[in-house]
């Protein structure tokens, strides 16, 4: 199906009354969205044409009102921090911008004024493209991306300054073989995570922690197996309290479907987590967050960060 763009010159072209038909699109007010350069709004979505992902925009400091810009056929949009981009779309920016593009090959390619990056076909094995059509198979990916941002009531602090998104209420089941990866908004720092045993809550444990910003890597393998509240205080006296159910290993998890069991060893992770997100039971949300947020922060994987953080309006 041709786009409105598409139609619209056609239009003009053979139309003798060309100057009427503009009159008539500028008094519908469709003229400066028809003739400007038209947002598309597949451009910059989550979906399984993903092959890459605006990592960064920034303009040089004496030229701030500088954009840069995504193209796919006839539609041009602003490109911002966590566009999506697929297979042709080219990226380019004007005089004074930048950008920093994640590829699927761990590559960071930058943008520039008259350097565009143009995003290729992945074909090296076609690993890429069939984790991403196993993905589709069975999930929306911005319904995931909407789920990964959710705050749900039961999981605001009591002052409501600090929150958990993407989780649901109730309990969270969290592998002990694996790092616990938690991300948090609002409160100020410093921050302190504990947990605080079932039996003997005026006890609570701090097993080895790395806190950057708002992210918490934890160490849980030296945690007893049992009932606990996942504690989250900032400086400024906010907290929230998760309960957690720390269980041995991922045999506890879910039977995963089995296309993503057969799945490239490199992305099956996250496609776990995402189908975990998605489809698993609620008290998988922690982990399959975990998950998400340790493969995008540590191996840069751009499914999991374009999941876990959307575009930029």
């Not at 059509?133 to 009531?153: E, K, Q, W």
């Not at 992770?269 to 947020?293: N, Y």
């Not at 374009?306 to 309006?313: D, R, S």
């Amino acid at each position: 199906m041709e786009d409105r763009f598409s139609l619209v010159w056609k239009l003009l072209r053979k139309s003798q009354y060309a100057a009427a038909v503009l009159l008539l699109l500028a008094a519908l007010d469709v003229a400066p969205r028809v003739l400007a350069s038209p947002q598309g709004s597949g451009i910059c979505a989550l979906t399984a044409g993903l092959r890459a992902r605006i990592a960064k925009t920034f303009s040089d400091s004496d030229n701030t009102t500088a954009a840069v810009h995504v193209e796919r056929g006839n539609l041009v949009r602003e490109g911002r921090a966590g566009c999506i981009l697929e297979a042709g779309d080219v990226v380019s920016a004007e005089m004074g911008a930048h950008a920093l593009i994640d590829m699927p090959d761990r590559q960071v390619a930058k943008v520039d004024y008259g350097h565009p990056v143009t995003v290729p076909e992945y074909r090296s094995g076609g690993a890429f493209g069939r984790v991403m059509r196993i993905l589709y198979d069975f999930t929306n990916l911005d319904a995931a991306s909407n789920m990964a941002g959710t705050v749900d009531g039961a999981t605001r602090s009591s002052s409501q300054s600090l929150i958990v998104p993407g989780l649901v209420g109730g309990r969270q089941y969290v592998d002990r073989s694996e790092p616990l990866y938690v991300r948090w908004q609002g409160g100020t720092p410093p921050y302190r995570v504990e947990f605080l045993p079932g039996l003997t809550p005026n006890r609570p444990l701090a097993p080895p922690t790395e806190i950057s910003g708002q992210v918490a890597k934890i160490t849980v393998g030296m945690l007893p197996l049992g009932v606990y509240q996942l504690r989250i205080t900032g400086g400024d006296g906010s907290s929230i309290s998760i309960p957690i159910y720390v269980v041995p290993d991922a045999s506890q998890m879910p039977t995963l479907p089995a296309n993503i069991s057969i799945a490239p060893v490199g992305e099956r992770s996250t496609l776990s987590a995402a189908w975990l997100l998605m489809r698993g039971p609620p008290e998988w949300r922690l982990e399959a967050l975990s998950i998400l947020i340790g493969q995008g922060h540590t191996n840069a994987d751009i499914l999991a960060q374009a999941i876990l953080t959307p575009p930029a309006n």
